[in-house]
């Protein structure tokens, strides 16, 4: 990269306005620019750091405001990038801080401090007021709950009646009549009664008298006939009696008779009675019977209790079961003459017997019974739900009686007053604390972002800048508190004692050439990200209101540095350099001298480019003719553009400059030169230039051009017109040809 070009037509002004009249303007690796304050030297830096900063590292100094930071506070500078600005906002910042801990002392005072009336008192007041009436409230809670567990005669609560069961029910606490009370009382001493239906399997009776008669009639056919027992069924029965009482063995003596009984008579009759025909029929009989005594054991196990049942249904109860129990012996009766049959008949086995001709009952219908007893339940239950009512109603009652005598009413009243109060009370003070809080993390965080701005410790850089001034200048830097503050202030020694002076104490020139030796320092440095990129560095009036002393120094280092004598700063085949001055006398200086040729037959216009800038245009000098040669040339080259644009109170400045030079190159006494003339003196005298300007809006009418017409006269009045048109060629500045 041996050029850079620059688009001028990007840079505008808010109001659409183009700065620059050229379309672009190219740059070498060493460029000088001329160019009065007001004519776009910044804009035109800002323009090449915009342009370049991608593929470049730009460095700008731009005056020592942008590298040297004043703290008035500690009367101190620092020095780093953007040490001005950064100083600037440490400065808005410490005075948000001050304003921040001025609000912080409010907002604290308000919450706790000394006065009883402080956020903080009236909250632990409005609390304990609170805590009180709960306290007060939460008792009378408890107590009421208790008297109301205990009260019995009737039991009007259950036994775990609590606190909070009698919260829940104030709000239906209602009072009640006495006769209510009475009344509800008796219902509480109701005993509820309980009586079950009858679960009744249908009987079939008329079976139960044919299985009897059936019976009955059956009878037991002899297969083997005893002569003695004559078919009589009194001596078979008898007989079969002798069988039960007497032991079966031979020579039993008989009971009746006296006579043993053989063994034969035994075997006989054992055979006669064992039949199969018998043992059949006595099963049956023996069977029939036990049906017919369960049947009877299940009638007579039924029973009733009159007291069951509610008053309102123990007649209509009493009559069904008396119906009931007439019916119950009727089918008793009929068992009995089933039983009695059936025992008959065990006695008559080989004979038939009458079947039995009797009425066949009906079975039971509990029906009624059962729905009386249905009724009778559903009144309990019934029962329990009014008892369960008459035992709320008078709780109720009670609660009535309890908040009345409590006044709890007004008790709550003044409770939800002390809470409302506590609510309002903390909301401030929460609001309070909140605003605490946040003024007190923004000043942390101010003070944060302020650590942050602060500068950091130059060490190398300050030692290599005193090693710079040593024998320039009868001070040097040095630290405000240690290495690790990162402000300096100018140690001085003065007779014997060592002084310090503060930055107010600096002159702008101390200033600026601190904040130069300082941007030369840190151009050596380099970030990772921009280690391999090529530099841009610009100085935008690198010298400004410096003594003869600081100026050689900055001209000087400014030669060192353009010249490569230390390549990692600058490097002549890579990097890029912008100097731009209002200054002539650092315009005349900083560039290479003369105008020779090298062995290729090269000037510094060649091998450098150079730039007037005037009135939006890059005027390009290529050669020593075109340019200035001394600063009493730039003098004219000034008025000439004043004249353009018609700045009369300039242009006398500058006259007046022009003819100071003068009289003193020619050795021209002043009163000689302005030979008396009433005019001359007004306007060009520069010993009264002070006074004149005090009073030149309205000491004179003149316009530009009758200012230069003046200006002319006074040469040719002193034999010096040639001198005038070799500078002057109508309005313009004339450059040597």
Known sequence: MNELNIDLTKQKFTDGLQIFKDDHVSLKHKNFIFARNGSGKSTFGSLLKEQCSQNLDVRIFAGFNTVLGENEKL???????NAGENELVIKQKETEIKA????????????????????????????????????????????????????????????TYNKSGFKKEISHAAALQEIDVTQLKKTLETEELFVNTVEWKHVNYSAYLKITNDILKSKVEEKTRIKRLQNNQQRINFAEEGMRLHKHQDGEICAFCGNAISEETFQELESYFSADEVAVLRNRIVDGKRKVSQLSSLIKSMKWTRAAFYPEYQKTAGNIWDNLVVHKKIILSFCDALEEALESKEKNLFSELDELDIEVPEDFDFSRYNSL??????????????????????????????????????????????????????????????????????????????????????????????????????????????????????????????????????????????????????????????????????????????????????????????????RERF??????????????????????????????????????????????????????????????????????????????????????RIIETYIEFTGIKQDEFYQNNDQYLKLFNVNSHSAIDGLSAQSFTESADELVSIFHRIFADNHAENHFTAHWKGDNAVFKH
């Open 100 to 159: 921040k801990q001025n609000e912080l002392k409010r907002v604290t005072s308000e919450i706790d401090d000394s006065d009883i009336h402080n956020l903080k008192a009236k909250k632990a007041s409005a609390e304990a007021a609170v805590q009180k009436n709960n306290i007060t409230i939460e008792k009378f809670y408890s107590d009421s709950a208790a008297y109301i567990k205990k009260t019995t005669q009737p039991q009007i609560s259950k036994t």
């Open 571 to 656: 490097d002549p085949q890579k990097d890029f350099i912008v100097i731009m001055t209002h200054n002539i006398h650092f315009y005349l200086n900083v560039p290479p001298h003369g105008a020779f040729k090298d062995e290729k037959g090269k000037t510094k216009y060649d091998k450098s480019d150079f730039y007037h800038l005037r009135q939006g245009s890059f005027v390009r000098i290529t050669d020593v003719k075109q340019d200035m040669q001394t600063n009493y040339d730039a003098l004219w080259i000034e008025l000439g553009d004043l004249a353009k644009h018609g700045y009369t109170n300039s242009m006398l400045n500058s006259m007046r």
């Open 75 to 81: 009367n101190a500078f620092s020095l780093s990038t």
């Open 373 to 566: 007893v249905k009724n009778n339940k559903e009144y309990g239950a019934s029962l329990a739900t009014k008892k369960k009512e008459a035992q709320d109603k008078l709780r109720y009652n009670m609660i009535h009686k309890l908040l009345s005598q409590f006044r709890y009413d007004a008790k709550y009243v003044q409770m939800n007053e002390a809470r409302k109060t506590f609510k309002n009370i903390k909301a401030e003070f929460d609001k309070k604390v909140g605003q605490q809080a946040n003024l007190e993390a923004d000043i942390q965080n101010l003070n944060d972002q302020i650590d942050a701005l602060k500068p950091k410790a130059e060490v190398q850089a300050v030692k290599d800048i005193n090693k710079r001034l040593q024998g320039l200048v009868p001070w040097q830097l040095t630290y405000t508190e240690n290495e690790e503050a990162g402000y300096y202030q100018i140690s001085q020694t003065v007779g014997k004692k060592n002084k310090i002076r503060g930055v107010k104490e600096l002159s702008t020139g101390e200033k600026n050439v601190i904040a130069l030796l300082y941007f030369l320092e840190k151009l050596s440095e380099t970030t990772i990200q921009t280690s391999m990129s090529p530099k841009l560095i610009i100085f935008d009036d690198p010298m400004n209101s410096n003594d003869s002393d600081m100026q050689y120094l900055i001209i000087t280092e400014m030669q060192k540095l353009y010249q490569g004598k230390q």
